[in-house]
């Protein structure tokens, strides 16, 4: 991996680890490690990827540790306590990383403030449109924090950032190309369906005609009328009619687990 000049010259600046969960993500291995040029170590926590994502990325200098996919909060928990440094970034290889993002990033870090996270935000592209609405409008993560003071909470899917701290924002946006193809996007929400079912079945939820009628009603409206989806036209609509069956799903799949239906 090359460090750019800048970097590492002074020992007191804090070095950073880049951290990436992935599965069978190979055309995008080789853009993202090349964005992260800036970054002192870069690991990769495989889930088993069956093309070439794990060549690539050891061809590139990258760590990759190969482990069985459980939940989102357990592979990115486990991916932080592999990192060697206390700055961790953590974005998915479908995030680009600009090279004014990552200078931000670098030089943010250096300040040596009280902040302990940062939220970055991000620009939401689905069938070649980037889409300004529908809620993706305000769309932010912590893709930034100090592993000494932050980790994961625990959920399933939609996992976020525990921290004692300050958090604060970075300027530049991200940009977030989460569309590879219809049915790869509808597989990815069907996962985050699956899991969603399994959180509510820990918490014996159980399902009724509300879930299964009203709330992917209610989802469709909220996406598609209330955070104003309809201005994004086509992609706007079929955006909320894939979340909303999602809805329905998550819930068809919880009243299958408790009748042992596979």
Request: proline letters at 2%.
């Amino acid at each position: 991996m090359n460090i750019p000049q800048n970097r590492n010259q002074n020992n007191l600046e804090p070095k950073i680890t880049a951290l990436a969960i992935t599965l069978n993500e190979e055309d995008n291995v080789k853009r993202y490690i090349q964005s992260l040029s800036f970054a002192d170590e870069i690991i990769f926590i495989d889930s088993n990827s069956t093309d070439a994502t794990v060549a690539i990325a050891k061809e590139l200098g990258v760590k990759v540790i190969q482990r069985n996919f459980d939940d989102f909060s357990k592979q990115r928990n486990f991916a932080v306590e592999q990192a060697k440094n206390d700055w961790i970034i953590f974005f998915d290889l479908d995030e680009i990383i600009t090279p004014e993002l990552g200078k931000e990033i670098v030089s943010t870090i250096s300040l040596r403030n009280d902040f302990v996270a940062y939220y970055i935000n991000r620009n939401f592209f689905f069938l070649g449109k980037q889409i300004k609405h529908g809620g993706w409008q305000t769309d932010k993560s912590i893709k930034i924090f100090n592993k000494k003071n932050c980790s994961y909470n625990g959920n399933l899917v939609h996992e976020s950032i525990k921290t004692k701290g300050k958090i604060g924002f970075l300027k530049n946006r991200v940009n977030h190309y989460s569309y590879k193809s219809f049915d790869k996007y509808n597989e990815k929400l069907n996962l985050y369906s699956q899991l969603q079912a399994e959180t509510l079945y820990l918490k014996n939820k159980r399902p009724n005609l509300y879930h299964f009628f009203i709330r992917p009603c209610y989802r469709f409206w909220w996406q598609y009328i209330c955070r104003l989806g309809f201005l994004d036209k086509k992609e706007g609509f079929i955006l909320a009619y894939v979340h909303s069956f999602a809805v329905f799903k998550r819930y068809l799949q919880l009243w299958m687990m408790y009748r042992k239906i596979e």
